[in-house]
C-alpha cells in the first residue's frame, strides 16, 4: 500500500505565534472562524516518518492504523490502551508509552494526533506541537489542528481523499460514500486516463483515422491522441475546423479534396496524390494523421490508402471512427434497427449508384423490412426515390435525410418516399447528407425545431 498520507494542511500565520496558555488556542479558533479557512491538499509521505499518537481509544486506534498502513513509526502515550493497540503493542508494531503527555514526548516527531476523551490534555497536545512548528492533528476539534484529515476511498491502484476544510465531515463522509458505490466507474476512468498519457503518434507510420460525423465530442479516445500528437494531417474537406484544431498548431496540414471538386476523373487523380502525400511523408520521418470523415473504412477508401501503404512497405495502422449513418441516426432520433420494424440495415454509396459496370446497386434486391442508409446520395436523389418506387418500395415508406448531421447546423427533413424528390428539391438538401428510408425511420418520437415533417412542409409551400 503507498507510503502517502492525505491530509489537508493549514497555512496561516498564527501557527508559527509562540505563544504560551490559552492564548494560542484563541488565536487559531480566531483565524479558523473569522473567515475562509486556507487548508492545502496534500499527500504526505510517511514511510519512515515518526508519528506521535496521544491516547490509546478507539479513535487513536483508527490514526495508528492508517499510519502503521503506510509505513510510518508511530509512538504512542495513553494511560489505557484499547485491545487493538494492545495487539499492536505485542506484535511490536509500535512504540508504547503507558502514562500521562508531557511536551518531551513530541521530541522527533514529524505529525502529531490528539485523539484521548479529555479535552484539555487534547488542548495541551495542541498548544505544544505548535508552539515546536509540528503539525498536529485534534480528533473533532478542528479550531486546535494545523491540519486535518479528509475521507478517504482507499483502492489498490488509486487514493481519493474528500474534505469540506473541517466544516462538514458528514457530508465528506456521504462523498466518499458516493465514491465507493462507483468505485468501477472509477477504475474504468483511471484506466481511460492510463491509457491516454500512452496514445503518441509514431515517426514514419500514417494512421488512417475516422474522424466522425463531425461532433468532436464524438472523437475516439484514440483518434484525439493520435491527431494531438501529429506531425501531419491529411484530411478530406468534410473534417470540420473545430476537429482540425485539436492537431499541433505547428502540424502541417494539408486538404486534396476540395467540395465540389471530388467526383469523378478528378477524384481519381487526388487520391493518387493522397497516397502519394502520405507516403512521402511517412518516409520523411513525419508521423502521419490520414483524418477521414466518419469511418474511413466505409466509403471513406479507407482500404484503397491502406492497400497502397502495404504495397510500399510504409507501417500504418487503423482507427475507427463513427460513421456518418450511425452519428447521423442518433442525433436525429433514428433507430436503424427496431425490434419487429426492422431487423437489417443496408449502407449504399449514392454517388456509385448509377453508370458503373459492376458497381450499380441491384434496388429490386434490397430487403424492403430493413432501414437503408444512402451515403453522398444528394445530387442523386430524384433517381433514388424513383428507382426504389420501381423495386417495389411502398409510397408511404418513411424517409429523413439528416443535413450537417451532429453538427450545429444539423437539419432533419421527414416525409414519405412519394414526396422524397419534391421535399429534396425545394429544401435544397446539400452534402453532407445521409437519406434514410425504411419502417424504422418513425419509429420513435422525433417532434423538435430542428425538424421538418411532410405536414409543416406542405403549410410552407
Not at 211 to 234: E, F, H, N, Y
Not at 387 to 395: D, M, R, S, T, V
Amino acid at each position: 500500500m503507498t507510503g502517502f498520507f492525505p491530509l489537508d494542511i493549514l497555512f496561516r500565520e498564527s501557527i508559527h505565534y509562540h505563544a504560551y496558555g490559552d492564548n494560542i488556542v484563541r488565536s487559531i479558533a480566531k483565524g479558523t472562524m473569522s473567515g475562509s479557512v486556507e487548508y492545502l491538499p496534500l499527500f504526505h509521505d510517511v514511510r519512515g516518518a515518526n508519528a506521535l499518537v496521544v491516547g490509546g481509544g478507539t479513535v487513536a486506534s483508527r490514526k495508528i492504523r492508517a499510519l502503521l498502513s503506510r509505513g510510518a513509526v508511530v509512538t504512542v502515550v495513553a494511560k489505557e490502551f484499547s485491545r487493538p493497540v494492545a495487539e499492536w503493542i505485542r506484535r511490536g508494531d509500535l512504540r508504547a508509552i503507558q502514562g500521562r503527555f508531557s511536551p518531551g514526548h513530541l521530541d522527533g516527531a514529524a505529525l502529531v494526533f490528539a485523539a484521548t476523551d479529555d479535552r484539555r490534555v487534547n488542548a495541551e497536545v495542541s498548544r505544544e506541537a505548535i508552539r515546536r512548528n509540528i503539525p498536529v492533528n485534534v480528533a473533532d476539534a478542528p479550531e486546535l489542528c494545523s491540519f486535518i484529515l479528509p475521507a478517504v476511498l482507499q483502492e489498490e491502484e488509486f487514493t481519493l481523499a474528500v474534505s469540506t476544510g473541517g466544516k462538514n465531515p458528514g457530508a465528506a463522509r456521504s462523498l466518499r460514500e458516493f465514491l465507493e458505490q462507483n468505485r468501477e466507474e472509477i477504475s474504468v476512468r483511471l484506466e481511460r486516463g492510463r491509457r491516454r498519457k500512452r496514445i503518441a503518434a509514431r515517426k514514419g507510420k500514417v494512421y488512417i483515422v475516422g474522424a466522425g460525423p463531425g461532433d468532436p465530442d464524438l472523437l475516439t479516445v484514440r483518434a484525439l491522441g493520435l491527431l494531438r500528437s501529429a506531425d501531419a494531417v491529411v484530411y478530406d474537406y468534410l473534417v470540420p475546423e473545430e476537429i482540425l484544431s485539436l492537431a499541433p498548431s505547428k502540424a502541417l496540414k494539408l486538404c486534396y479534396a476540395r467540395k465540389g471538386k471530388t467526383s469523378g476523373h478528378g477524384a481519381a487523380l487526388k487520391q493518387i496524390a493522397i497516397h502519394e502525400a502520405t507516403v512521402r511523408l511517412a518516409r520523411e520521418g513525419r508521423s502521419v494523421v490520414r483524418l477521414k470523415s466518419g469511418d474511413s473504412l466505409v466509403f471513406g477508401r479507407g482500404g484503397e490508402e491502406a492497400e497502397h501503404l502495404a504495397r510500399e512497405g510504409v507501417e500504418f495502422e487503423i482507427v475507427p471512427g463513427i460513421t456518418a449513418a450511425i452519428g447521423c441516426a442518433a442525433a436525429a432520433r433514428i433507430p436503424l434497427t427496431h425490434r419487429g420494424v426492422s431487423s437489417s440495415v443496408t449502407f449504399i454509396a449514392g454517388h456509385e449508384a448509377f453508370g458503373k459496370e459492376g458497381g450499380a446497386v441491384e434496388w429490386d434486391r434490397l430487403p424492403k423490412d430493413g432501414t437503408l442508409a444512402v451515403y453522398m446520395g444528394v445530387s442523386r436523389v430524384e433517381a433514388i426515390a424513383r428507382e426504389l418506387g420501381n423495386a417495389g418500395f411502398a409510397p408511404n415508406t418513411p424517409f429523413a435525410v439528416v443535413e450537417n448531421g451532429t453538427r450545429p447546423a444539423q437539419r432533419v427533413l421527414r416525409g414519405i418516399l412519394a414526396n422524397l424528390a419534391h421535399i429534396a428539391n425545394e429544401q435544397a438538401i446539400r452534402s453532407p447528407a445521409v437519406l434514410f428510408v425504411g419502417r424504422s425511420v418513425d419509429a420513435v418520437p422525433y417532434e423538435t425545431v430542428q425538424e421538418m415533417t411532410d405536414e409543416l412542409f406542405a403549410q410552407s409551400v
